[in-house]
């Protein structure tokens, strides 16, 4: 396990690397300064209290936010104000967004169509990304009669059948009970590959942060800035209570707590990690 300062990462071929942007919602700046680099294959977590801006930098690497300030690059060509299409991208909510009208197998092939997947590779996707998430059984049941915890199964094989550059997780595991959400952690954990998309994971959980992720990036209380960095080596599949892992996560919420809570004074405006 290594803690670095934020912006001491290498950036060498990253699928997107972000510079020293900020993003605003009309007069209000929600990020302040995030310099961030994803390389292919890697998972990287974004956490920080609620409100700092972690949706908002997500939505930056769809294209749905484009930066006041700052330079967002793919594969080292410049895409700043062009992400839209810069990036396949998978994306899973808090909510599972599956069309109800549709079954597991419908809604997994009508994302894998509109992202231009190839025909004769949706039944081998479809079959390959269920039975990972463990609801292979129900590819022909509509989401109504699934769990949440199933549906959001399915919306994770969605994302991933995709064929994406990179998945984009905003809080999947928030709105799920904390043993379904192990469960489907575990099955991430004990699935991921290098030859993997690449995957940037928001949450507010430090733990989940640590056990999902090869590196997490901390930010601080809104409108955010980077932090920290810390580079998460522990071999796969990992503990949830693995012994590294939870006294990591001791250390950052004593390093963060006065910093993240809300009495805290902000930052000052162009303050650095
Ligand atoms: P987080 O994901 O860390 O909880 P967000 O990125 O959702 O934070 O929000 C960061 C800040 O930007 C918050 O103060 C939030 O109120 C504001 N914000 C988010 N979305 C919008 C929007 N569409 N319009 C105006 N303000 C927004």
């Keep these: 396990m290594t803690v670095q300062d934020a912006g001491s990462i290498t950036r060498e071929e990253a699928l997107v690397t972000v510079d020293d942007v900020s993003i605003g919602y009309s007069e209000k700046v929600a990020v302040e300064k995030v310099d961030l680099s994803v390389q292919p ?3 990287v977590s974004i956490i920080g209290p609620s409100g700092c801006g972690k949706s908002t930098s997500l ?3 769809s294209g ?20 839209g299409g810069a990036l396949k991208v998978g994306y899973v909510f808090q909510d599972h967004r599956l069309l109800p ?3 597991v197998a419908q809604n997994l092939d009508i994302a894998m169509k509109n992202a231009a997947v190839p025909q004769e590779e949706w039944a081998q996707r479809r079959s390959r990304y269920l039975s990972l998430l463990r ?5 022909g049941s509509f989401p109504l009669r699934l769990s949440g915890g199933q549906r959001q199964r399915v919306s994770i094989a969605r994302a991933m059948a995709v064929s994406p550059d990179i998945v984009l997780m905003d809080e999947p595991f928030s709105g799920l009970d904390e043993v379904t959400a192990r469960s489907i952690r575990r099955e991430l954990d004990a699935s991921r590959q290098r030859q993997d998309p690449a995957t ?13 992720s ?11 800035h980077v932090i920290k960095e810390i580079v998460v080596d522990i071999p796969r599949p990992r503990a949830y209570d693995d012994e ?8 950052i919420v004593d390093e963060v707590l006065e910093q993240w809570e809300d009495t805290a004074v902000p930052a000052p405006a162009g303050g650095t990690a």
């Design 41 to 43: 294959g890697e998972f």
């Design 59 to 61: 939505h930056l690497l």
């Design 64 to 83: 749905l936010n484009e930066p006041l300030r700052g330079r967002v690059s793919v594969r080292g060509v410049d895409s700043t104000g062009s992400m």
């Design 101 to 103: 009208w549709r079954t």
């Design 135 to 139: 609801v292979a059984d129900h590819e």
């Design 200 to 212: 940037v994971f928001v949450t507010h959980s430090i733990r989940e942060a640590l056990y999902l």
């Design 214 to 224: 090869d590196r997490v990036v901390m930010l601080s209380r809104g409108p955010a």
């Design 244 to 251: 590294t892992i939870v006294d990591l996560e001791k250390t």
